[in-house]
């Protein structure tokens, strides 16, 4: 990436600081020089494998399928439990696209649903709530889509027996949650599959790249073959279904060996960062911090912040402006997805605390690399922002 701010639309002085940049080492360097030297470069190769099985004992799951997106695994998790044409499926409101968007890819029907204050993921009451309507209406979901948000984990006892009640599977979109745990156990594996993102962005990466995890081989087996244009096992090319090319590729497998070996030191170094900000932010009127939930390991992915203009002096907008001005990336928290006009007329259940949390929320600068210098500048433009005291 560059830093040249003119490059990136900063106006202030000094080297681009990103929101969440890719943090990168020596490891990384040597076992994709492994990958060139035996010529492994295709799709699939030693590097997949090892990082398949690597990846599945880390997470606690019998199975894993290394693919080319988050995105693309929950796609692939979604066709291969039978969701599709004329099925509605329940998602987390408050989340990226690409939570809903695989939904929508199978011919489906989302539904979203809001968050609670404790986690900001799904609320486990309104779920429930709405699933005992919808059994009395005869009309059940097919599936429940939990997104696991900015490296929380949303409370999963609750919603997986709400779901079990009624007989609906859920599959749980752990994109931005690696690292995270709930009651002991990693996020991804409770569902009947987990998914996955190594976006450039996220707490390991394999440049791009995603996982899809779970308990049932034969789940894990059709997603391979699906995965690999679904060629059937004949020396010519057959195929009897459709299939899509989303295998990860040798290299890129590579990278993501060496990151995942430090999965630790990235989560232990992101809890830092949050640590700073809240020693450095904590004290100023208005401002709140994501909460780390009783249940279990908040990564703290991004350090997120929620600002109340009445007491802090500015909006969110404006602090984020700021930052901007001085060539410092943030961001708003995500849009909810009820709010965006591609799902305009969707169904929602609640919608309130996802409108008010993207309202005020605001993600600072959180990298794993992020320097004290940075972290010390972005604290500073922040705390000049409030003309509410402090």
Request: hydrophobic share 40%; with cysteine; proline share 6%.
């Amino acid at each position: 990436m560059s830093s040249d701010p003119a490059r990136h639309g900063g106006g202030g002085q000094g080297r681009r600081v990103y929101l969440s940049p890719p943090h990168i080492g020596e490891e990384e360097h040597a076992l994709v020089e492994d990958a060139l030297a035996s010529n492994w470069i295709a799709p699939l190769g030693p590097h997949v494998d090892a990082f398949e099985r690597e990846f599945a004992a880390v997470v606690g799951s019998p199975h894993a399928v290394a693919l080319s997106s988050g995105t693309a695994a929950l796609h692939l998790a979604l066709i291969v439990s039978g969701v599709g044409r004329g099925d509605e499926v329940a998602v987390s409101s408050l989340t990226f696209a690409a939570s809903a968007n695989p939904i929508r890819y199978v011919g489906a029907t989302p539904v979203f649903v809001d968050a609670d204050e404790q986690s900001w993921n799904m609320d486990p009451r309104l779920l429930a709530e709405w699933l005992d309507s919808r059994a009395r209406a005869g009309r059940l979901p097919k599936a429940v889509v939990v997104v696991h948000l900015y490296g929380q984990s949303a409370d999963l006892d609750p919603i997986r027996a709400s779901c079990a009640r009624h007989g609906v599977m859920v599959h749980e979109d752990a994109a931005e949650a690696l690292g995270a745990t709930y009651k002991g156990r990693s996020p991804g594996t409770a569902g009947l599959t987990g998914t996955f993102s190594f976006n450039g962005n996220k707490i390991i990466t394999t440049s791009g790249g995603g996982m899809l995890v779970t308990a049932e081989p034969g789940l894990a087996a059709h997603a391979r073959k699906l995965a690999t244009q679904a060629r059937e096992p004949a020396p010519h090319y057959e195929h009897a279904e459709i299939g899509y090319n989303y295998r990860l590729s040798n290299i890129c497998a590579a990278i993501g060996r060496a990151q995942l070996s430090r999965l630790e030191q990235r989560v232990a170094a992101r809890r830092t960062v949050f640590d700073r900000y809240q020693q450095g932010l904590g004290d100023l009127p208005g401002v709140a911090f994501a909460p780390e939930c009783p249940w279990g390991r908040h990564t703290r992915w991004l350090t997120c912040v929620l600002i109340d203009p009445g007491q802090f002096g500015a909006d969110r907008e404006q602090v984020r402006a700021a930052l901007e001005g001085e060539n410092i990336e943030a961001r708003p928290l995500w849009k909810p997805m009820h709010l965006q006009p591609v799902y305009r007329g969707c169904e929602v259940v609640g919608g309130s605390v996802s409108a008010h949390l993207f309202d005020h929320g605001l993600c600072l600068p959180s990298g794993s690399s992020l320097s004290l210098q940075d972290q010390e500048r972005t604290i500073g433009i922040v705390r000049q922002c409030c003309r509410g005291g402090g």
